[in-house]
């Protein structure tokens, strides 16, 4: 289903020649991961380590863990190295789908009728496939773009949760949006940045789905927690801990607006988010997430109270209006 290039990373282990490593993948690649510690173990004899702490992205390597166990290498399976981030101690493996496309592109078409513009995203287990799918589209007769990446992302194409700038780059350029993968989170995301017609088609379970009603749904409640921090008087602010999350000039930026409109105001430094623990600051009012927006988008449900973004937070304070956080057209 997925193929991991083995050679690559023995390539990349012979150049770093690393004594004790620690790999790091997200669940669903946890088998990958011990494979992989098999392989290194048995070609280059080093000391290896499987992290068994959660990781949702390329920007939550272990450097503590990394530091305390002496290890030497880090290597992160699952997603494209984020710029920046790939230092030499880090070692990024991409995973990709093997699956092919085909039937899911042609599975897709019957909604994409009455657009004929088509921008096409994908996060990295699909970016292999991408280009037949624009193939398979165009024998349908659709006029295929993609994009290109600004800021986290790597491959024309690929989006991240924090990162959907391949699909802002060709917005005004399309009528609607093809996101092939697993998931709604990014789709969503494409959906509010650019504000256009978004589908999303699952390689693996063949499901279509059209982002309008979920776009719907997910504003109201958005929109229904800016309402209940309108009169809030104390806030927290979610300061993410992960090597790639943390933003101190917009926690920073952030409480000063706060404070500045009479609001109390504590810094939450934390490095998973946890609806338990958070429920546990009673006098919180409203949590402002300045980590992963996944937080925001998709976790935030889990906890009874508002955990808004920074630009929500802002409406809710008047300086910014609700219409200007998110495209429509
Ligand atoms: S901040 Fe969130 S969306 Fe961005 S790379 Fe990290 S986990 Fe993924």
């Given at each position: 289903?997925?193929?991991?290039?083995?050679?690559?990373?023995?390539a990349?282990?012979?150049?770093?020649n690393?004594?004790?490593?620690?790999?790091?993948?997200?669940e669903?690649?946890?088998e990958?991961?011990?494979k992989l510690?098999?392989?290194?173990?048995d070609?280059?004899?080093?000391?290896?380590?499987v992290?068994?702490?959660?990781?949702?992205?390329?920007c939550?390597?272990p450097?503590?863990?990394?530091r305390?166990l002496?290890?030497?290498?880090?290597?992160?399976?699952?997603?494209?190295?984020?710029?920046?981030?790939?230092s030499?101690?880090?070692?990024?493996?991409?995973?990709?789908?093997?699956?092919?496309?085909?039937?899911?592109?042609?599975k897709?078409?019957?909604?994409?009728?009455?657009y004929?513009?088509?921008?096409?995203?994908?996060?990295?287990?699909?970016?292999?496939?991408?280009?037949e799918?624009?193939?398979i589209?165009?024998?349908?007769?659709?006029?295929?773009?993609?994009?290109?990446?600004?800021?986290?992302?790597?491959?024309?194409?690929?989006?991240?949760g924090?990162d959907?700038?391949?699909?802002?780059?060709?917005?005004?350029?399309?009528?609607?949006?093809?996101?092939?993968?697993?998931?709604?989170?990014?789709?969503?995301?494409?959906?509010?940045?650019?504000g256009?017609?978004?589908?999303?088609?699952?390689p693996?379970?063949?499901q279509v789905?059209?982002?309008?009603?979920v776009?719907?749904r997910?504003?109201a409640k958005?929109y229904?927690s800016?309402?209940?921090?309108?009169?809030?008087?104390?806030?927290?602010?979610?300061l993410?801990?992960?090597?790639?999350?943390?933003?101190?000039?917009?926690?920073?930026?952030i409480?000063?607006?706060?404070?500045?409109?009479?609001?109390t105001?504590?810094?939450?430094?934390?490095?998973?988010?946890?609806p338990?623990?958070?429920?546990?600051?009673?006098?919180?009012?409203?949590?402002?997430?300045?980590?992963?927006?996944?937080?925001?988008?998709?976790?935030?449900?889990?906890?009874?109270?508002?955990?808004?973004?920074p630009?929500e937070?802002?409406v809710?304070?008047?300086?910014?209006?609700?219409?200007?956080?998110?495209?429509?057209?």
């Amino acid at each position: 289903m997925f193929t991991v290039d083995y050679e690559k990373i023995s390539a990349g282990i012979e150049r770093y020649n690393p004594r004790c490593v620690l790999i790091q993948a997200p669940e669903g690649f946890s088998e990958y991961a011990l494979k992989l510690a098999d392989l290194i173990r048995d070609r280059f004899g080093c000391r290896v380590y499987v992290s068994a702490d959660p990781c949702f992205g390329a920007c939550m390597l272990p450097y503590d863990a990394a530091r305390k166990l002496s290890v030497d290498l880090i290597i992160h399976m699952g997603h494209a190295a984020i710029p920046g981030m790939d230092s030499n101690r880090v070692l990024y493996v991409e995973v990709r789908s093997d699956l092919d496309v085909k039937q899911a592109v042609s599975k897709a078409m019957s909604i994409l009728k009455g657009y004929r513009k088509i921008g096409l995203v994908t996060i990295v287990q699909h970016i292999g496939k991408l280009m037949e799918a624009k193939r398979i589209l165009e024998e349908y007769g659709k006029i295929v773009y993609i994009g290109k990446p600004r800021f986290r992302a790597i491959y024309e194409g690929q989006i991240l949760g924090c990162d959907t700038s391949a699909a802002e780059d060709i917005a005004d350029d399309v009528d609607a949006f093809l996101y092939i993968g697993g998931g709604l989170f990014h789709p969503l995301g494409v959906a509010l940045a650019t504000g256009k017609p978004t589908f999303a088609v699952d390689p693996f379970t063949l499901q279509v789905t059209d982002l309008k009603d979920v776009k719907r749904r997910f504003l109201a409640k958005r929109y229904a927690s800016i309402v209940k921090a309108v009169d809030a008087r104390i806030f927290g602010i979610l300061l993410g801990l992960q090597p790639g999350q943390m933003d101190l000039d917009k926690v920073r930026e952030i409480e000063y607006l706060l404070r500045e409109h009479g609001k109390t105001v504590y810094i939450l430094p934390m490095h998973i988010f946890d609806p338990d623990i958070l429920s546990s600051f009673r006098s919180i009012e409203v949590f402002v997430n300045t980590a992963c927006p996944r937080l925001a988008l998709e976790d935030s449900f889990r906890i009874d109270k508002p955990v808004l973004n920074p630009s929500e937070v802002m409406v809710a304070l008047g300086v910014r209006r609700w219409d200007e956080l998110f495209r429509d057209t």
